[in-house]
């Protein structure tokens, strides 16, 4: 049973700093890409940054420069650093582990951001 277990997000004001991390259990962590996704209350659910098990990463437009992800294999958890925080990034944001045959979510963790 695939478990994802996100850590808490936060208020915070424009310009701090937030890291997510995300615990992964019952998968060959290695094996999965690892995302992130965040989602606004009536929008549709948007990437944010994912890393392949290799170390391949990608980002959205809005967060390059100011995101960063990284994953630690020996601990099966994947990171978020969000610098620069907007009130833009406001959302509900989702830890996502897929490969070629399944893609399981976290419960979501909120992060607020305030001017």
């Known amino acids: 049973q695939v478990q994802l277990v996100e850590s808490e997000g936060g208020l915070v004001q424009a310009g701090e700093s937030l890291r997510l991390s995300c615990a992964a259990s019952?998968?060959?962590?290695?094996?999965?890409?690892m995302g992130w996704y965040r989602q606004d209350p009536g929008k549709q659910r948007e990437l944010v940054a994912d890393?392949?098990?290799?170390?391949?990463?990608r980002y959205a437009d809005s967060v390059k420069g100011r995101f960063t992800i990284s994953r630690d294999n020996a601990k099966n958890t994947v990171y978020l650093q969000m610098n620069s925080l907007k009130p833009d990034d406001t959302a509900a944001y989702y830890c996502n582990a897929k490969n070629a045959l399944r893609s399981a979510w976290g419960q979501g963790t909120q992060v607020t951001v305030s001017s």
């Open positions: 019952g998968i060959r962590f290695s094996l999965y890409t």
């Open positions: 890393i392949t098990g290799g170390g391949g990463t």
